[in-house]
């Protein structure tokens, strides 16, 4: 499994765009970056995977550079129900051979302020 | 659809004894996961089910802690004799085969407090 480098903790102001990074340099050309959150007391909650092109959700957009080695996933505007842990995990699809674990790293602790 | 159902919402108990953590996946989906958060550890993968059938165990601490899933529908996780050091939050996780995600739902967690 690749291994992923997240900034430990990070602040963001309510309205302002949060921008999370991720490095994944020993990430496999198969692997999707996935990203998780978990808000305090919950499960963890899928928030929007990709391969190499940027992707958009109702949730977050997330940018993939064009070497595959990192990424940022961007709260377009954040509240303070966003405030959680952020999860970054490179996985290969189970249709294509990965498997179904995650496999969770430390996160980046995000605190929107108001 | 009420997501994944998990009971206790806690739990407390004494050293040595039996603890039976409980799970419902979300309807129709087919692989069923365990996982448990800890400070130390933070989550960990303790064992997964496709179709009932346990796939992976490799992450289960060791024999006093053991898993069933009797039908589709139904889950549980159990340790037997349960110590302080077991004290955590175990989630259970479902998803289905072939959706584009492979989502991963979550339950609310179950936290345990051994004593």
């Known amino acids: 499994d690749a291994k992923t480098t997240q900034p430990p903790s990070m602040d963001c102001a309510e309205g302002r765009a949060a921008n999370l990074p991720c490095n994944h340099s020993?990430?496999?050309?198969?692997?999707?970056v996935y990203w998780y959150r978990q808000i305090h007391s919950q499960g963890p909650q899928y928030i929007i995977h990709?391969?190499?092109n940027n992707e958009t959700n109702e949730m977050a957009s997330l940018i993939i550079t064009e070497d595959r080695k990192s990424s940022t996933l961007i709260l377009p505007h954040a509240t303070l129900r966003d405030t959680a842990v952020y999860y970054c995990i490179p996985r290969a699809p189970r249709a294509q051979g990965g498997s179904e674990k995650l496999v969770f790293g430390k996160g980046t602790k995000l605190t929107v302020n108001p | 659809d009420a997501g994944v159902i998990q009971s206790p919402r806690h739990e407390v108990t004494e050293m040595g004894q039996e603890v039976t953590l409980r799970c419902k996946p979300i309807?129709?989906?087919?692989?069923l996961f365990w996982y448990r958060q800890t400070m130390m550890r933070g989550l960990e993968l303790l064992i997964y089910?496709?179709?009932?059938?346990?796939?992976?165990d490799s992450g289960m601490p060791e024999d006093r802690f053991s898993a069933k899933m009797p039908n589709a529908s139904f889950s549980t996780l159990k340790i037997q004799p349960s110590e302080p050091r077991d004290s955590a939050v175990y989630f259970c996780?479902?998803?289905?085969?072939?959706?584009?995600?492979?989502?991963?739902?979550f339950g609310p967690g179950t936290r345990l407090t051994v004593l």
């Open positions: 089910f496709n179709n009932n059938v346990p796939i992976d």
């Open positions: 996780a479902s998803s289905l085969w072939g959706t584009n995600t492979d989502t991963q739902y």
């Open positions: 990709g391969l190499k």
């Open positions: 020993t990430i496999s050309g198969n692997e999707y």
């Open positions: 309807s129709g989906h087919d692989y």
